[in-house]
């Protein structure tokens, strides 16, 4: 008899039965294996882990409740019907009867994905919960350029530029971004909406590279879905804050666009939808300045606005955007989103031609600020009196106002992950700016600590009025420098450095007591030991054994009666935490190093 | 062919294909050929296009087909006119063609029969009328053989007979070029070129006129009878609603999806969400602070390094936002995260975010446990090889202990004083104090031999000790015991050592007293023995008695023990222990240690408690109340566990091991059935050197101190203190 011998008429049990492999799923459902693939990123289906893989170690199993629940699908029909309709597209054109087949093609049957999404997510938490991957792949897509060869459809790239506008257009309207990193891979951005953080990628403004080796349909399955879903959360979002979704396409602003009183009064009657739509446009706007060739056409009812908005008084925006603002409610907004919008208050930006400008048209309104830009369209000019910062990148500036201050693009980035408007000495223009940190680190005890993120957290403490003890020997100037700081607000950066050491001496110096401390006790134990055994001569060189065995031992004797299990597991924790360890000694190796030749180079 | 033929005739024979000539290079061999003229009339399609009188020459070429007979009646006047003709041509040879067909409309053609067939005149002298109504004579015919003599002679080959209007002509040389590029099928004329341009004379547009003022017919506005017949199926299709019209394309509608909110249940299986991608660390930064960039020889040892074991991401550092490019791998990177997400098989794990002191066991504090043995009081020296037993007195007042250099030594506790040596011949296994008080016993285990010593201790025992290690001299040995083979053990007196010597057959390994002290047993744990239960006899020392175990044993006996209260005896084998009752000679338990290789047992004073060291470094507590499986299995040890030791009074238990350690546990058997043993591990006690691949080789407790002995195979006997 075989070992798995089942008895005739015996249903199968256990993994056999819960599980099944891909090809017997695909036999199942009767489905070609691209369209599994397809009904599986659809539906959100993904292999499971069976306990025991009765088939074999190399097999992908799903679920049997999966496959049934996919069998279900209305979807599979209509892709059944979709491929009969094809085929008869076909025949008519290989019968060369053209007009059949036009005219086929037009009704070509469609299908839509909302029933999808409300099934995948319930509840719309559920559906931000999930968003990262999403707003990371439409913004992706956003930037990369139509491929016919691929079936990157022009269509399908304006639409996600549209979709990612208007997300960022609500990000930025209700303040809801918290933090943002520009990563050699792009920028990262973390919004919280309704309590979830959504953290995406949007690419580098510039040509994207399409590698060969990616398989581009299944990356448009997975667009279609994450488009349907954005569209559906963006009208979710929208309609929360009374805007009517899709923000532009209204025909009777285009009407009225040119009538200003009329405008106005319009703006008046809805009063948020207008602040939105037009710092949409001025997004959209931006980017078409960018890339004109493609979307003049999809942006046109845009650029009107856009113009439209150009017709306004210099400071209109502005103002437009504080009457918003009172008037949308404020005892809704938790603390930190009132942080978020004030940090940039009263600050009037004006952006070069060379920086990022898509990212800080987001950016800075977000943080309550009021942003221009070089180019057509922009609500001021580069000349206007009010502008406060001026963002350049470039290593000279030719032409400076004094009533302007010329930052780097990075200041304005550090600003907002720290919370508080940091001095600009380092970030000026040609100067290497001080390193851009990862807002998304949080910093265990032994962790190493970039030196700069040590200044930010002294110079945050400054802004907050709080005296942070000083490092060092306490002594007259450490008393002196808080009161320093809080009328300054500024650290002068040797200074912080300077400190920094200090407080390293003083950790070091603490640490050598306690170990003496800890000798001492020991050395005592072992002092009493040895009085007590002096009646013997006693080898005195195995007493004082090494208290680090003891230490050692003490820690082996508690693991003895622990099963095995947890044994394996502690070991491997601690191999991870030596790991880590030796990754964090790396890093302050590398940072004495570097300390060490720039003190011989002075 | 001879037959002359009408112009009808002729002219249906025009529209038979062209045949192909071969000899009508050389006109004089072809003008008596028929074929080779027959040929001839079938390009005379060609030659009325190029504009010639058809009429004429068609006449001229049936002449020229029927002219060997020359038998054919014609008209004169046509003759004539040929003639003239030709002779105009001849004569204006330098004129355009145009010209000779100008002249050859002049000549009205000389017969006068009309379109009637020239057969009809077949046999007539006359042929036709003149105007006055006379007939027109004949042309006298020659003379057949005068006409071929005629026609033999080479000058007259172009002279042709036309039958039509009876007359002989002559072709002139421009006749015959003509009828040889016309043979070629060429036009007939050198000077017209076939290919020349089109060109179109007719002013197509400008016309000030239409062509037709007429206005446009009602009918091309109505339907036709068919057309309405269809047009009316269409309707009645489209009425029925065979026929559907496309609706116009909508875009796919976005509406509050999520309106209600209401509670609705995931369809499937329960969601597992895919794990977010990591966030990025100041090491992506475009600007990352310096320390975070490798130098350049950590760069070079990546290079060396296999190709997954290098970091997937290698910080740079940028010095400005404007020179940062794009990233190459940015579609890469999500096309994997959307493999990721479809591919990879999912599965809730328990995050192990915990500190990994959490997983040690919550173990009451050593401090409340104590006193227990911690630090190395004493050291007793004076062994000169690796100490391999010792026991304890049960005063607690002195120590036993045995090495391999032969010799048993006994030592005063309290000070380390060496009271006494035996010098024995062989390596000492085993020592073990007789547990009774009054009776200051050694029983030492040496080579094959046990030994009984008198300790020589206390004053009143001194006499009984001495009775008691009194053997009548040795009887003959039974005869029915020879028969059964050599008994396993001998009693002898020993008069070297005042003791007794019980001779067995192979070496012993240990001995092991009763509570009372009367009995004890002895292993032999050699594995040639035939009958495996003389491995383990038991010795009642009063009637200097031996007898094997009644039972059966199951491997080869390690060790054996006595139950502290009862009449139970254990014997551990190299897998299990079994637990005998003595008095009703059964088998009580079996103890499944789930351990290759036990080294040593040791029994509870509780007696419901068993420890079971194995050479595997574990130790298993049994538990016999609650099952034959472990209790609980400590490893501890690195190597062999060589002994392990209970303690009398304290809760606590020892176990030494080849590592050159001993653990120290503290072992709680409560009273309480319901509770179970509490075991905590206490201390390491070291510092024994290893010496031979061996450490410590034996332990003891201390009778009534929480004290522990160890006995080290570096020649060093421990005592290890509270």
Same mark, same amino acid.
């Given at each position: ?5 089942r008895?005739?008429g ?6 056999a ?6 090809s ?5 459902l009767?489905v070609?294996l691209?369209?599994f693939?397809k ?7 993904f292999?499971?882990?069976?306990k ?10 799903y679920?049997v409740?999966?496959?049934?629940f ?7 029909e209509k ?5 009969t ?6 025949k008519?054109?290989?019968k060369k ?8 093609l ?21 559906a931000?919960? *999930? ?17 016919e ?6 269509k399908?790239?304006?639409n996600c530029?549209?979709?990612?506008h208007?997300?960022q257009?609500?990000?930025s ?31 580098h403004?510039?040509q994207?590279?399409l ?11 997975f ?8 569209a ?13 979704y899709?923000?532009?396409?209204d ?6 666009a ?5 405008l106005s009064?319009?703006f ?7 602040m939105?739509?037009?710092q ?5 706007e ?30 209109e925006?502005?103002a ?7 008037a ?14 004030t940090?940039?208050?009263d ?5 070069s ?8 048209l987001f ?5 309550g600020?009021?942003?221009s830009w ?25 032409h ?5 201050e010329y ?5 304005v980035?550090?600003?907002i992950?720290?919370?508080i408007i ?10 290497v700016?001080?390193p851009?940190?990862s807002?998304f680190?949080?910093?265990d005890?032994?962790?190493h600590v ?5 200044t930010i957290?002294?110079?945050?403490a400054a ?5 942070l ?6 002594g007259?100037?450490?008393l002196?420098?808080? #009161?320093?700081?809080?009328d ?7 200074e912080?450095? =300077?400190?920094a ?8 110096? #603490? ?6 401390l ?14 007590a ?13 090494d ?23 502690y070991?491997?924790m ?6 880590k ?18 003190k011989?180079n002075t | ?6 112009k ?8 038979? $294909?062209q045949?192909h ?32 009188e ?8 049936e ?15 046509d003759?004539?006119d040929?003639?003239q ?11 355009g063609?145009e ?7 002049e000549?009205?053609p000389r017969?006068t029969i009309?379109d009637?067939?020239l057969?009809? %005149?077949?046999?007539e002298?006359h ?24 026609r033999?002679d ?6 042709? %007979?036309?039958? %039509?209007?009876?007359? =002989? ?5 421009k ?9 070629k099928?060429?036009?007939p004329?050198a ?9 179109? +004379?007719?002013? +197509?547009?400008?016309?000030k006129?239409?062509m ?12 036709s009878k ?10 009645r ?12 394309k909508?875009?796919?509608?976005v509406y509050?999806?999520?309106g209600?909110?209401q ?10 969400p895919?794990?977010?991608p ?18 350049q020889?950590?760069?070079?040892a990546?290079?060396?390094?296999f190709?997954? *074991?290098r ?9 400005s ?7 190459e ?8 995260r ?6 990879c ?10 500190? $990994? ?10 401090? *409340? ?6 630090t ?11 100490v ?5 007195d049960?005063?607690? #007042? ?6 391999s250099?032969g ?7 309290d000070t380390?004083?060496?009271l006494?040596i +035996? ?16 009776l200051?016993?050694?029983?030492v285990a040496?080579?094959a031999?046990? %030994?009984?010593l ?6 009143e025992e001194?006499h009984k000790?001495e009775?008691?290690?009194r ?6 040995p039974?005869p ?5 083979g050599?008994?396993?053990v001998i ?5 070297? #050592? ?6 067995h ?16 047993s002895?292993?032999?744990p050699s594995?040639?023995l035939?009958?495996?239960s003389?491995a383990?006899s ?11 175990i ?13 139950h502290?209260s ?11 222990v079994r637990?005998?009752?003595l008095?009703k000679?059964?088998?009580v338990k ?5 351990l290759?290789?036990?080294s ?5 004073p ?6 079971v ?15 034959s499986?472990?209790?609980k ?7 062999d ?24 546990f503290h ?5 309480d059935?319901?509770q179970? $043993? ?18 410590v080789m *034996? ?8 004290w522990?002995?160890t ?12």
């Amino acid at each position: 008899m075989p070992k798995h011998y089942r008895p005739a008429g015996k249903k199968k049990e256990g993994n056999a039965a819960k599980y099944m492999t891909r090809s017997q799923a695909i036999k199942y459902l009767q489905v070609s294996l691209s369209l599994f693939r397809k009904l599986c990123i659809l539906k959100g289906v993904f292999p499971r882990v069976p306990k025991k893989k009765v088939k074999g170690n190399h097999h992908t199993y799903y679920h049997v409740k999966d496959i049934a629940f996919l069998k279900h699908e209305p979807l599979v029909e209509k892709f059944r019907d979709m491929r009969t309709y094809d085929r008869k597209v076909k025949k008519a054109e290989s019968k060369k009867n053209r007009d059949l087949a036009e005219r086929l093609l037009t009704r070509k049957p469609t299908y839509t994905l909302d029933r999808l999404i409300r099934e995948r997510y319930p509840k719309f938490i559920d559906a931000l919960r *999930d968003l990262d991957d999403c707003l990371s792949m439409v913004h992706l897509f956003a930037a990369l350029p139509a491929i016919e060869r691929e079936k990157i459809e022009v269509k399908r790239v304006h639409n996600c530029r549209r979709l990612s506008h208007e997300w960022q257009a609500y990000i930025s309207r209700c303040h809801k971004l918290r933090k943002v990193f520009i990563s050699v891979k792009g920028i990262y951005y973390q919004a919280e909406v309704e309590g979830q953080k959504v953290t995406w990628l949007t690419p580098h403004a510039l040509q994207q590279v399409l590698p060969d080796d990616v398989d581009y349909k299944v990356m448009l399955t997975f667009l279609e879905f994450y488009e349907t879903l954005l569209a559906f959360v963006n009208f979710k979002i929208y309609n929360s804050i009374n805007v009517k979704y899709p923000p532009i396409l209204d025909p009777r602003l285009e009407a009225l666009a040119a009538d200003l009183y009329a405008l106005s009064r319009y703006f008046d009657a809805n009063s948020k939808a207008p602040m939105v739509s037009s710092q949409d446009a001025a997004l959209s706007e931006s980017n078409q300045v960018k890339d004109k060739n493609n979307d003049a056409e999809l942006h046109e009812s845009e650029l009107r606005l856009a113009q439209l908005q150009h017709q306004l008084p210099s400071n209109e925006p502005g103002a437009l955007m504080r009457l918003v603002e009172d008037a949308a409610g404020e005892d809704e907004d938790d603390e930190e989103t009132k942080e978020c919008k004030t940090l940039f208050k009263d600050m009037k930006f004006f952006l070069s031609r060379e920086v990022p400008r898509e990212s800080l048209l987001f950016v800075i309104p977000a943080f309550g600020g009021v942003v221009s830009w070089e180019g057509e369209g922009s609500p001021y000019k580069e000349t206007d009196q009010g502008i406060t910062y001026q963002i350049v990148d470039r290593p000279t500036q030719g032409h400076k106002f004094f009533t302007r201050e010329y930052v780097q693009p990075q200041w304005v980035f550090d600003c907002i992950n720290a919370r508080i408007i940091l001095p600009t000495e380092d970030y000026m223009v040609g100067r290497v700016p001080p390193p851009h940190l990862s807002p998304f680190v949080v910093y265990d005890p032994e962790d190493h600590v970039p030196e700069y993120a040590e200044t930010i957290k002294r110079l945050q403490a400054a802004a907050r009025q709080e005296v942070l003890p000083m490092p060092g020997v306490v002594g007259v100037e450490d008393l002196e420098n808080p #009161q320093n700081l809080l009328d300054e607000a500024i650290i002068d950066r040797t200074e912080a450095i =300077e400190v920094a050491k200090r407080k390293e001496k003083l950790l070091k110096l #603490q640490k050598q007591h306690l170990d003496e401390l800890n000798k001492e006790v020991k050395g005592e134990q072992l002092a009493v030991e040895s009085d007590a055994s002096d009646k013997k001569p006693v080898d005195t060189g195995f007493i004082a054994a090494d208290s680090e065995q003891a230490i050692k031992d003490a820690a082996d004797i508690t693991m003895v009666g622990v099963s095995r299990k947890k044994r394996e597991l502690y070991k491997a924790m601690q191999i991870g935490n030596e790991r880590k360890k030796a990754k964090t000694q790396l890093l302050k190796e590398r940072k004495r190093l570097l300390d060490e030749a720039k003190k011989s180079n002075t | 062919m001879k037959a002359p033929k009408s112009k009808q005739e002729s002219k249906s024979k025009e529209k038979e $294909p062209q045949q192909h000539v071969v000899e009508e290079e050389d006109p004089v061999v072809s003008d008596s050929d028929d074929e080779d003229w027959s040929v001839e009339e079938g390009s005379e399609g060609s030659l009325s296009d190029s504009g010639l009188e058809n009429s004429d020459f068609t006449d001229n070429k049936e002449d020229l087909t029927t002219s060997d007979d020359a038998v054919s009646l014609d008209d004169e006047d046509d003759d004539d006119d040929v003639g003239q003709d030709s002779q105009s041509e001849s004569g204006e040879s330098h004129q355009g063609v145009e010209e000779s067909d100008s002249s050859e409309d002049e000549a009205a053609p000389r017969n006068t029969i009309g379109d009637v067939p020239l057969k009809w %005149y077949e046999d007539e002298e006359h042929i036709g009328y003149d105007i006055s109504g006379k007939k027109l004579k004949k042309k006298e015919k020659q003379d057949k053989l005068e006409s071929f003599l005629e026609r033999a002679d080479l000058k007259n080959w172009r002279k042709i %007979y036309d039958e %039509y209007n009876d007359e =002989e002509v002559e072709i002139t040389p421009k006749e015959a070029k003509i009828i040889r590029r016309l043979l070629k099928g060429k036009a007939p004329h050198a000077e017209f070129d076939p290919h020349a341009p089109y060109v179109d +004379w007719f002013a +197509w547009d400008g016309a000030k006129h239409p062509m037709s003022n007429a206005p446009e017919p009602k009918r091309r506005f109505i339907e036709s009878k068919w057309e309405h017949k269809k047009i009316v199926k269409l309707i009645r299709a489209i009425r029925n609603g065979y026929i559907k019209f496309d609706k116009p394309k909508e875009e796919p509608k976005v509406y509050n999806l999520w309106g209600d909110d209401q509670t609705e249940k995931a369809g499937g299986l329960a969601y597992i969400p895919a794990p977010k991608p990591q966030l990025p660390g100041h090491e992506e930064s475009y600007n990352p602070s310096l320390e975070f960039i490798p130098t350049q020889e950590e760069l070079d040892a990546y290079q060396l390094e296999f190709e997954e *074991d290098r970091p997937k991401f290698i910080p740079k550092r940028f010095l400005s936002l404007r020179s940062v490019p794009a990233y190459e791998k940015a579609v890469k990177e999500t096309f994997d995260r959307c493999l990721d997400l479809y591919l990879c098989p999912r599965a809730r794990k328990k995050r192990i975010n915990i500190d $990994p002191e959490s997983l040690k066991p919550k173990l009451p504090s050593r401090k *409340d446990l104590r006193p227990y043995p911690s630090t190395c009081y004493l050291e007793y020296r004076g062994h000169k090889g690796p100490v391999m037993s010792i026991s304890t007195d049960p005063s607690g #007042q002195w120590i036993a202990s045995g090495s391999s250099d032969g010799t048993v030594r006994i030592w005063e506790i309290d000070t380390g004083r060496c009271l006494k040596i +035996w010098e024995l011949d062989e390596s000492v296994n085993f020592v073990a104090w007789n547990p009774s008080l009054e009776l200051p016993i050694l029983a030492v285990a040496v080579g094959a031999d046990v %030994y009984l010593l008198n300790a020589g201790l206390g004053r009143e025992e001194q006499h009984k000790i001495e009775e008691l290690l009194r053997v009548e001299k040795p009887e003959a040995p039974a005869p029915d015991e020879s028969s059964k083979g050599a008994p396993t053990v001998i009693w002898t007196e020993d008069e070297k #050592q005042k003791g007794i010597r019980l001779k067995h057959i192979k070496t012993v390994t240990s001995v092991e007293w009763h509570r009372k002290g009367d009995y004890f047993s002895s292993v032999m744990p050699s594995d040639i023995l035939v009958i495996e239960s003389r491995a383990i006899s038991v010795h009642q020392l009063s009637k200097k008695f031996t007898q094997r175990i009644p039972f059966k044993l199951h491997g080869l006996p390690v060790s054996t023990a006595f139950h502290p209260s009862r009449s139970f005896f254990f014997i551990s084998t190299k897998m299990t222990v079994r637990v005998y009752d003595l008095l009703k000679h059964e088998l009580v338990k079996k103890l499944e240690t789930g351990l290759r290789n036990v080294s040593s047992i040791a029994i509870h004073p509780g007696g419901d408690n068993v420890l079971v060291g194995s050479r595997e470094g574990k130790l298993c507590w049994f538990d016999m109340d609650l099952s034959s499986q472990p209790y609980k299995i400590l490893r501890c040890h690195k190597k062999d566990i060589t002994s392990v030791a209970y303690h009398r009074t304290y809760p606590l238990f020892a176990s030494c091991s080849d590592d050159g350690t001993a653990y120290v546990f503290h072992g709680m058997v409560y009273s309480d059935l319901n509770q179970n $043993p509490l075991i905590v591990p206490l201390e390491i006690l070291r510092g024994h050197h290893s010496s031979n691949g061996r450490g410590v080789m *034996d332990c003891k407790f201390h009778p009534r101190q929480p004290w522990l002995f160890t006995a080290g195979a570096d020649s060093v006997i421990k005592l290890f203190c509270h």
